[in-house]
């Protein structure tokens, strides 16, 4: 009989401590900070916080929840909560000491208002993404006390997948003119991608996600990262059907000749994309086996007619280290990143963590 039936999430916490000393030295003399933002891209921001700290002792977040999440595993890090606050994260911001990145004329002022004085905030400007960030345009309403009292100035690119994309130079141009009204004051300009476009890229900090959680970018593959998430189900059933016959709902998928099928226990319940039905493939020692028709909410069915020796009970891989994120993202018709944070939200995997 089998054992566990869930779907099985692992991942190898010895991997991210590895892709953080490769891009550490590799983006010396500047410091590399993890974001650990969407419970760390779905992996698990606590334990990613404890595999990193304190080695890394600055963190980066979405909300002020998130940072209060990891504050008992890093005691003294800097953590940043990226979206800024509202008023009721303050009780969490004081109590957790945690640095919200501003991004407006009106959150610098009433911040200013609330007569913190042991958090000096980070200031985000846009350069060009237009999404977060004080127009450049604005900042010389700041007085000049309100430009000195924060503690890092930053901005995000737009393009970096795109090295030679004219936005990167665009934004660089706009980001060096704009931290002149900022001297001595630490600034990062670069995530994953802009950190792989150079020196001139790189800044005090670079605040890195993707590139420590297996997801690749142009010229990353020159660096020896590691993926780091394996995900696997169980084989229910096999079954063998005539040529003619369809499968899963709506009858997408018909075969035409006879064939050997597996239903296997992960759907889009659990993060599967149905962009996947038709499109996807599940792996067992190398081999592929193409998904056949729609993916279901807790299972999906695929072709084994050529590993015939797979048996109800076997686990079949659906994330390794040949089958990334990145190959599942382009099957899929989305982003390395979607992939993780979806599959991260699942809460009917069995997760392990390897140290
Ligand atoms: C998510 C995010 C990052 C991290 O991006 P990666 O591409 O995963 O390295 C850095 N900075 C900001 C502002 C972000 O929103």
């Known amino acids: 009989m089998k054992t566990d039936i869930q779907p099985v999430f692992t991942v190898y916490l010895n991997h991210i401590q590895s892709n953080y000393q490769v891009l550490k030295t590799k983006v010396a003399p500047a410091r590399i900070t993890a974001v650990v933002k969407d419970n760390a891209y779905g992996l698990g921001a ?34 940043y909560i990226l979206q800024g606050i509202g008023t009721d994260d303050l009780k969490a911001v004081k109590e957790n000491h945690l640095i919200p990145v501003l991004s407006s004329l009106e959150d610098i002022t009433w911040w200013n208002n609330l007569g913190i004085t042991d958090i000096q905030p980070a200031l985000q400007i846009d350069t060009g993404l237009n999404r977060l960030g004080i127009r450049p345009a604005d900042l010389q309403l700041l007085t000049p006390e309100q430009r000195q009292n924060i503690c890092l100035f930053m901005s995000h690119l737009a393009c970096p997948d795109t090295p030679t994309h004219p936005m990167n130079t665009y934004q660089r141009d706009v980001f060096e003119e704009c931290r002149k009204m900022f001297p001595h004051i630490p600034v990062s300009l670069s995530a994953s991608g802009g950190t792989l476009l150079g020196s001139k890229y790189t800044y005090d900090l670079v605040r890195i996600g993707a590139l420590l959680y297996g997801i690749t970018y142009p010229k990353s593959n020159d660096l020896p990262l590691k993926s780091v998430l394996n995900i696997q189900a169980t084989i229910l059933q096999t079954v063998s059907i005539n040529a003619g016959e369809s499968v899963s709902y709506g009858a997408t998928f018909t075969a035409n000749h006879p064939m050997k099928i597996a239903i296997v226990s992960i759907g889009y319940g659990d993060g599967l994309f149905v962009s996947l039905s038709n499109k996807g493939r599940f792996w067992s020692n190398g081999r592929s086996l193409p998904i056949l028709g729609r993916v279901c909410m807790d299972s999906t069915i695929c072709d084994i007619t050529n590993a015939p020796d797979l048996r109800p009970g076997d686990l079949i891989d659906v994330l390794n280290e040949i089958y990334t994120p990145d ?17 991260g939200k699942g809460i009917r995997f069995i997760r392990n963590y390897k140290k």
């Open 46 to 79: 606590t334990h990613v916080v404890q595999t990193l700290y304190p080695t890394c002792s600055e963190f980066f977040v979405a909300y002020a929840s998130e940072g209060a999440q990891i504050r008992p595993f890093a005691p003294s890090a800097s953590i």
């Open 327 to 343: 190959d599942m993202a382009l099957d899929a018709g989305t982003s390395a990143y979607e992939i993780l944070s979806r599959f």
